[in-house]
T-cell receptor, first 115, second 108 residues
Framework: GAGVSQSPRYKVAKRGQDVALRCDPI?????LFWYQQALGQGPEFLTY????????KSGLPSDRFFAERPEGSVSTLKIQRTQQEDSAVYLC?????????????FGPGTRLTVT | GIQVEQSPPDLILQEGANSTLRCNFS?????LQWFHQNPWGQLINLFY???GTKQNGRLSATTVATERYSLLYISSSQTTDSGVYFC??????????FGTGTRLTVIP
């Protein structure tokens, strides 16, 4: 079946612009996660949804970052007033069950470059 | 917080060689996954292995949770095995925490 998909794959934004990154999880997956991966490092947790409920947003680096999943499927990560330090790959992952310990499957990521 | 260290940080292999990658973690964990991040950035699931041993083709993994380490074995390496290998553990905060990664280059 289809895996996790993300769009756009690449995004260039001028500093100060707002961006929206989309994640389509595997159909039927209850849990959805967002991660940020800086160059040369491993992914770092940003936020977690169980269906439409955002149960953990402890990893969001600032209040400029906002995520939603209004219908419990597609999710959007929004970054307001982008800054250069926001440049990174943003990864989305989903898992089948409402258990944060269950196996996560990752999308291809969106590479954001802020100029 | 939990520390997850992987070794070696970089590894260069001749095609056909075998290798062992190690992941050490500083606290007890309920979940451990191994991923391969290919040169295009896609994270590919290799193993979900909180404990025990699993095998999938040329790859196998062993996690000894009581001793806080996991090993990934790659046999008969191929150029397509190149990329970065991450282990990730579920922390007490219930977040998946990634290790530092091992960058593998397989040369023909």
């Amino acid at each position: 079946g289809a895996g996790v998909s993300q769009s756009p794959r690449y995004k260039v934004a001028k500093r100060g612009q707002d961006v929206a990154l989309r994640c389509d999880p595997i159909s039927g997956h209850v849990s959805l996660f967002w991660y940020q991966q800086a160059l040369g490092q491993g992914p770092e947790f940003l936020t977690y949804f169980q269906n439409e409920a955002q149960l953990d947003k402890s990893g969001l680096p600032s209040d400029r970052f906002f995520a939603e999943r209004p219908e419990g499927s597609v999710s959007t990560l929004k970054i307001q007033r982008t800054q250069q330090e926001d440049s990174a790959v943003y990864l989305c992952a989903s898992s089948l069950v409402p258990d944060r310990g269950s196996e996560q499957y990752f999308g291809p990521g969106t590479r954001l470059t802020v100029t | 917080g939990i520390q997850v260290e992987q070794s070696p940080p970089d590894l260069i292999l001749q095609e056909g060689a075998n290798s062992t990658l190690r992941c050490n973690f500083s606290d007890s964990v309920n979940n451990l996954q191994w991923f391969h991040q290919n040169p295009w950035g896609q994270l590919i699931n290799l193993f979900y292995i909180p404990s025990g041993t699993k095998q999938n083709g040329r790859l196998s993994a062993t996690t000894v949770a009581t001793e806080r380490y996991s090993l990934l074995y790659i046999s008969s390496s191929q150029t397509t095995d190149s990329g970065v290998y991450f282990c990730a553990v579920l922390t007490g905060a219930n977040n998946l925490f990634f290790g530092t990664g091992t960058r593998l280059t397989v040369i023909p």
